[in-house]
Structure formats: C-alpha cells, structure tokens
C-alpha cells in the first residue's frame, strides 16, 4: 500500500469511530457508553439566584471573603449533585448562582440557605457596650452588637466538624468539635492569646450559640461549640458546617426561572443554524475551490466530529453563547483552507505541476495561518480570563475551534488532498483551480 493512503485511513476510521461516541444512537449499539452533552441553564432550563453579601463587618480583603463565599455555596450545592452549578462574583458584593434542571425556586433557595454563616467574636471593653446599649435605648445604632466586636474568624477557615460528647463519651452534653485550617488555626491561636480571661463569642447565622472563657493561648487549631444541643441538633450543625460554613451573611435580592422548553427551543433554533452554517460553508467551498474544495469539506465533518467529542470527553457545559462560538468556528476551519487554496492557484496559474503548486501552497500560506490563528486564540483566551458567564462559554468554544482547525487544515486536509496529487490529475488540472 502506498504511504500515502496511510494517514486518509487512519483519518476516515477515527471519524467513523468518532461518529458512534458522539452520536451512539446511529446503530444502536447499546453496549457502546452513551455520553450525554452538557447543556447550560440557558438550554435545559434551571435557577437564576443573585445573592448580595453583608461585608459590613469584613476585616481584611473584602475580594477574599467574596471569594471565600463563592467556593463554600459551590461545595454545597456539587453535594446536592447539581449538574454543573456556576457560582460567581459579580462586582464587589453580589454573587450569582446559576443551577440547571431545577426548576423549583424553593429548592434552589433551600440549597442555598441551608449553609450556616459562622464566626468568632470577641468581647467589646465594658465602656463600648454600655455607650450602644445607650443608644439603642434611643432608637440608634440598632445594627451593632452591643457585646463582642466580629473578627476576621469565620467559616471559610473550617477544615471540618464532628460531634463529640462531654465526659468521654458518656452521652451526656453533646458538642460540634470544629478544626480550622492552617490559616484559620493561626487566627485561631492569635483570637485566642489576645483574650485571655475574656469571652470568646461563636456566632452561628448572626445568633450566639457558646460563650467561652478563654482560659490560655490555643494553638492545635481546634474549639468546641457547646449550646445545649440534642444529638440530633448536634449531627445536623456538623453536617451542615461541613458542608460549608459561609465567611459572610448573604441575602437574596434576585430570582428567576429558566423554563425547560424555552431552552430546548432555543438548543433546536441553534442546532438547525449550525446545520445551515455548515451546508452554507460547504457549498461555498465546493463552488468556489472544486476539488479541492470538496476534500476541505470531509476535513471540516472530520473537525466536527472530533469538536463535539471533545466537548462531551471534557466535558464543555453548551450555552447558547458557547453553540454560537462553535458556529463561528466552523468558518474559521476552512478559513485555513482558503489560503492554501488560493495559493495553489496561484502556483498553478503560473505554470507548476500540482506537486509543486501543492507545495508551495501549504508552504507560503503557513505564516498567514498561524498568525491568523494565534490572535483569534488570544482573543478567545483573554474573553475567557476577564469575562464571565455566557461570555466565557463563547471564548471556551470559540477557542477550542480555532485550536483544533490548525489539525484539519495543515494534517487532515492535506492526507486527503495528497490523494489527487499525481500525474493522472495533471490534465485534469481545472478541478483545481
């Protein structure tokens, strides 16, 4: 067998291979692992939540504590089994969480809530707690604790939670034994050197639940909140502070529903303009390049398959905005092709043999590939980097086409159009131009 036959085959038995992982339906071939896409709130409809955080009491960077919060309600809800939650900051206080496939409002609301917001504070000097304590018997200053001061000690430095009982397991008094992390065992032992001799406040959702003394310095990274708890109350602060404990209060100030045939209309209207886009392309190719035109279009349904499997192997969550950067990419791959092709033109129209012209057109037209290629890449990357949401699922999409069609229009093209260049074709040569 000729070496020239090597690559098309290899190239035509991953495409029909490719073909059962995106689309295993074809043959129904049950035994084949049936791979679903991962569609977007957009398209499978779901919960829109934007939640406004109280940084009134941060101290320290109010970006980490955002931050704090956005990794918490994420492990959260990834322990509920939500298909590919999205939770962001927005802005300097608001946080959106965006969940597909609930379609319940009070669901998504309880997913959320549920997450118990902990923190540590210590005792205000009497003066301070007696001057608001003053003034809030005049009606002022209603919003401050007239008691303990917050900390920068909160939830976000939990590392984990278990019950334990007083007297050694006795059962009498059960506790939620807590251990913080390294930074919050550091904060820890500094809260805790600064105090004492004075109380030590545990917060849980803006209620006092311990009070302790603090009777020496402590260092191991580990307390003990006892509020006269059953077990049962016990178990479900541990389970819920393992879970994730919030570093700030939130607030809900927003809330929508996405409805499920909304979003498969609008998955279908994509999908028909991605099958026109890649009808249209195709045809503009086979009008305007012949041959080589229609080897370009194998190419581009080899580049599709291989995208869609990347996406479901991945795996990418498709929004609208992210179908559209695939559509969009789908001119891109055989924009490659078109300088390859108008270069062959070129050479041919001066004479070369298909050999040469072949040459030369992949040759010459590399550097305006690659270029052309590389700054669409960057564009994709930096949309991808500083934006957010739907925008960052077009760049994701966006980038990945513009990456993979580099493969189709430099290897796959190539293997194919290799097949023709030979002296048989020579008189033949209007099939090329």
Same mark, same amino acid.
């Given at each position: 067998? =000729? ?20 689309? $295993?339906?074809?043959?129904? #071939?049950?035994?084949? =692992?049936?791979? $679903? ?20 009491? /941060? +101290? *320290? ?23 590919? @939650? ?29 997450? $118990? ?7 205000? =000097? ?47 008094? $059960? ?26 406040? +545990? ?9 302790? /003394? ?100 991945? @795996? ?5 905005? *992210?179908?559209?950067? #695939?559509?969009?990419?789908? *001119? ?29 057109? #992949? ?71």
């Amino acid at each position: 067998m =000729p070496k020239k036959f090597l690559k098309p085959i290899i190239l035509t038995a991953v495409a029909v291979l490719l073909v059962f992982f995106v689309y $295993p339906q074809f043959l129904n #071939f049950s035994f084949l =692992p049936n791979v $679903p896409f991962r569609l977007g709130l957009d398209l499978v409809g779901g919960t829109h939540l934007v939640y406004e955080a109280d940084l009134s009491g /941060v +101290i *320290g960077d109010k970006g980490d504590a955002m931050e704090g919060v956005r990794d918490v309600i994420e492990r959260r809800v990834n322990i509920f089994g939500v298909s590919e @939650p999205l939770v962001q900051v927005e802005g300097e206080s608001r946080l959106v969480v965006e969940l597909a496939g609930i379609q319940d409002i009070n669901q998504a609301i309880k997913l959320i809530g549920e997450t $118990p917001f902990l923190d540590f504070r210590e005792e205000r =000097p009497q003066d301070e707690s007696q001057a608001i304590l003053d003034a809030q018997a005049k009606g002022e200053r209603l919003d401050e604790d007239p008691y303990f001061v917050p900390t920068r000690l909160t939830g976000r430095y939990l590392k984990s939670a278990s019950v334990v009982f007083e007297g050694g397991g006795s059962g009498i008094g $059960p506790q939620v034994s807590i251990e913080f992390n390294d930074e919050g065992a550091s904060l820890f032992g500094q809260l805790t050197k600064d105090n004492i001799g004075k109380r030590l406040a +545990i917060y849980l959702d803006g209620i006092p639940i311990s009070t302790p /003394v603090v009777q020496d310095e402590i260092t191991a990274g580990s307390a003990v909140i006892s509020g006269n708890f059953t077990p049962d109350e016990a178990k479900e602060l541990a389970i819920r502070l393992n879970a994730g404990a919030l570093p700030v209060a939130i607030n809900l100030i927003s809330q929508q529903t996405i409805g499920a045939s909304l979003g498969q209309e609008s998955l279908s209207q994509s999908l028909r303009a991605g099958v026109y886009g890649l009808i249209l392309v195709a045809l503009f190719m086979i009008v305007f390049y012949r041959l080589p035109g229609l080897v370009s279009v194998f190419a581009l349904i080899i580049y599709v398959l291989i995208i869609l499997a990347l996406y479901k192997a991945i @795996p990418v969550t498709l929004t609208l905005a *992210g179908i559209a950067g #695939f559509i969009l990419s789908l *001119g891109i791959a055989v924009d490659a092709n078109i300088l390859i092709f108008a270069r062959m033109r070129e050479e041919l129209a001066d004479g070369k043999t298909l050999t040469l012209a072949s040459n030369e057109g #992949f040759k010459r037209a590399w550097m305006s590939i690659r270029d052309s290629h590389v700054t669409a890449i960057l564009g994709a990357l930096i949309l991808y980097l500083f934006t957010t949401s739907f925008i960052k699922g077009f760049a994701l999409t966006l980038g990945i086409g513009v990456l993979l069609s580099l493969f189709t229009a430099t290897v796959v093209t190539r293997a194919f159009l290799e097949l023709f260049i030979n002296p048989k074709f020579e008189k033949w040569k209007w099939l090329f131009r």
